[in-house]
């Protein structure tokens, strides 16, 4: 298993998304409207990023994960079975954060922060 994505909570999407691309030289991937928020997927040919911007007054467990804050929301992992993981966040007693059937399912992480999964090659970075 490894990280394959980050998402960066942003109050500016055009202005970061600049940056990215002419700083760290990443290149778009994918973008649009998910749900409560607007979402730039780039890469760097290693990872998938994504620039996400909530949409005013959102109030997800999702979009409040971090409060009014920005800055790293959550990491991605890919794995054989969503299902399964799902399972194993039960057993553990850990919060989902994401609605029923939403996938990337994302959770809250023990001691702190919130992290994702999704099927293997969610996150295309090639």
């Known amino acids: 298993m490894r990280i394959a994505h980050l998402a960066v909570k942003v109050d500016d999407l055009e ?9 760290f030289g990443f290149r778009d991937v994918r973008q649009g409207q998910n749900r409560d928020h607007y979402s730039r997927h780039m890469t760097d ?22 409060g009014n804050k920005t800055g790293i929301h ?6 054989d079975s969503v299902e399964e993981f799902a399972a194993e966040l039960k057993r553990r007693g850990l919060e989902v954060v994401s609605n029923p059937g939403v996938i990337p399912l994302k959770f809250k992480m023990p001691g702190g922060g919130v ?12």
């Open 15 to 23: 202005a970061a998304g600049e940056f990215y691309e002419t700083v």
């Open 45 to 66: 040919g290693h990872i998938d990023i994504a620039l996400v911007k909530y949409d005013a007054g959102a109030s997800s467990k999702e979009a409040q994960a971090l």
């Open 74 to 79: 959550h990491f991605g992992f890919e794995v």
């Open 115 to 126: 992290a994702e999964v999704a099927p293997r090659r969610h996150f295309k970075i090639d």
